[in-house]
């Protein structure tokens, strides 16, 4: 069974709805919008169901790694189980703290016929005793000739240790994200997404003035994973079954309003019959600061 470009759209999603971000990138620990989101509407919309298996690692220029291992098995025509599960090892660019994470992820998808498809997913990201976010996601695609819309709430629960008399800090946050995909041109693919998260908590401060050590830690590990709004463009030409893009995402933090993004280069291919291939390079950036270059691959099997 040869995969064909259809097969691909889905994994061109993929990269520019965040896949950068999370499964190549050491600069954040997560999106607004993982990777797996974008799987779960996607893979329902293709002409015949398909479980998918993927792996993929990458590597940055501070050190930072990533491996994740990602299952979606069709459990009926219609419907879908999706798990997955990752560790990182991170260099956070704000404050050059290392930081060790892990993943475990769980969802369920039903396709409402072949045009709307919508599905729930659980998260839980971190590392125990540090820092942990739970996160509840529910997505709802509609496709509309070569429009494709996804909109995506979801709400999460942040837990940060203080280092202080055994204190933690915990904030709840509520999001939304849109993504609209255009397919109308011949060979070429469009996709533009925002996302704005609000807070249960008044979080903005000046990190300059801080001069205690374990203050200013606390704040650089919270500003990592609050941002308040992001930004994403991409762009990809396929043919046959390779595709050929590029992405852009923008990050505003709700800490100090200061803005981060990440630029990718991506190649995906049919090896095999039944096998990808998905490379990807690309800089991380802090606007006016430091910046890591990052490269990552994955693999994948459908049956």
């Known amino acids: 069974m040869k995969i064909g470009p259809d097969y691909l759209i889905p994994t061109l999603r993929l990269l520019i709805r965040g896949a950068s971000r999370y499964l190549f990138s050491s600069l954040w620990c997560c999106g607004i919008s993982l990777p797996f989101s974008a799987v779960i509407a996607d893979d329902l919309s293709l002409s015949e169901p398909l479980s998918i298996l993927t792996s993929s690692y990458s590597l940055d220029s501070n050190g930072g790694q990533n491996l994740f291992l990602y299952v979606n098995l069709t459990i009926k025509a219609q419907q879908s189980l999706m798990l997955g599960l990752g560790g990182s ?10 930081r060790e994470t892990n993943t475990y992820l769980i969802g369920y998808a039903v396709a409402a016929g072949r045009s709307v498809t919508f599905g729930l997913e659980y998260e839980r990201w971190g590392e125990e005793e540090t820092l942990i976010m739970d996160v509840l996601r529910f997505n709802l695609g509609v496709d509309v000739q070569d429009w494709s819309l996804t909109v995506t709430p979801q709400w999460r629960k942040i837990i940060l240790d203080m280092e202080v008399r055994n204190r933690q800090f915990e ?4 999001g939304l994200a849109l993504d609209i995909d255009y397919l109308g041109i011949d ?5 533009i997404g925002y996302r704005i998260n609000n807070y249960s908590k008044d979080l903005v401060v000046d990190k300059r003035k801080i001069n205690n050590r374990i203050f200013l830690s606390f704040f650089n590990q919270l500003q990592s994973v609050t941002d308040r709004k992001q930004l994403s463009l ?12 590029i ?6 933090s709700a800490i100090d309003t200061s803005e981060t993004g990440t630029v990718t280069l991506f190649f995906s291919s049919d090896l095999l019959n039944d096998w990808s291939v998905t490379l990807s390079l690309g800089q991380q950036y802090y606007v006016g600061g430091a910046n890591a270059e990052f490269l990552g691959g994955s693999l994948t099997y459908y049956w």
């Open 89 to 98: 090892n991170q260099t956070l660019l704000a404050s050059n703290e290392q």
């Open 171 to 174: 904030v709840v946050s509520s």
């Open 187 to 191: 060979q070429w693919f469009l996709s």
């Open 234 to 245: 991409g762009v990809g030409y396929y043919i046959d079954t390779e595709t050929l893009g």
């Open 247 to 252: 992405s852009w995402l923008r990050a505003e």
